[in-house]
């Protein structure tokens, strides 16, 4: 089971970059060239918002069954553990939160906005503070 989550976490991950990508430079490219607000663009959003939110149960799920999560955590508390133990079991899943949390609160301020500039503007925002900080926290050497 553990090895089977890891597995989909871990390509399902693809999809969330590849798709929060899209959306943050198709917002910043709209923001900027004074563009529509489209069924399109709505559904790019609405699309990262529900692999995000799949990709964090996953997440969840693993960080509770993985040796390398809490289990590791509660062995060995955070003094005992070296750099990339303590980015499996704290860094990554707090950022992956953190950056979840980003994209909904993109994703519903961008509905209260009655013109496509400010809902463009939210999406931005959000989706690009999310996007650098799912990138910061990747662990690159289990990921390539």
């Not at 909904?104 to 999310?130: D, E, N, R, V």
């Amino acid at each position: 089971m553990y090895q089977t989550i890891q597995i989909l976490h871990s390509y399902w991950a693809y999809l969330v970059l590849l798709v929060l990508v899209l959306a943050t430079f198709n917002a910043l490219i709209k923001y900027f060239a004074n563009k529509e607000f489209h069924a399109k663009d709505f559904r790019i959003s609405l699309f990262t918002l529900i692999v995000s939110h799949i990709q964090l149960l996953l997440g969840l799920f693993l960080y509770f069954v993985s040796p390398f999560g809490f289990k590791n955590l509660s062995a060995n508390g955070m003094g005992g553990l070296d750099s990339f133990s303590r980015l499996l079991a704290v860094e990554h899943p707090f950022v992956g939160i953190v950056a979840v949390t980003l994209v909904t609160i993109g994703y519903s301020k961008h509905k209260k906005k009655l013109t496509s500039k400010p809902k463009f503007k939210m999406i931005a925002i959000f989706y690009t503070i999310a996007l650098v900080l799912v990138l910061s926290r990747i662990p690159w050497s289990n990921w390539l």
